[in-house]
């Protein structure tokens, strides 16, 4: 039986920390909306930092309403978006 040294303990570590951080990307790129208790919620609220995928830049969420969001641009401008936009265009930060 091989013992386990520190290199190959922190080569496990990393492979698994690697994993996690995929696994939990993917289910964030995709998920805009969680299920709790049974319901659909939305997982997006105020301050939560969003950025848009071609452009790379980040913006954060003004208000959340049943149809549109409100974001802020970095020089401060308020503007107002569907959800389908937001979900084909943006992706959490």
Sequence with gaps: ????NEEDILRVM????SNKLTALS???????KSKVDGEKKDV???????RHKKSQILYTIVSVG???IMLKTPEG???????????????LD
């Design 26 to 32: 993917e289910e964030i790129d995709l998920m805009l």
């Design 66 to 68: 049943p149809r549109d």
């Design 44 to 50: 997006l609220s105020p301050d939560l930092k969003i």
């Design 77 to 91: 401008e308020d503007f107002l978006i569907d959800k389908d936009e937001l979900e084909k265009n943006y992706e």
């Design 14 to 17: 990393r492979e698994e920390w």
């Design 1 to 4: 039986m091989k013992t386990l």
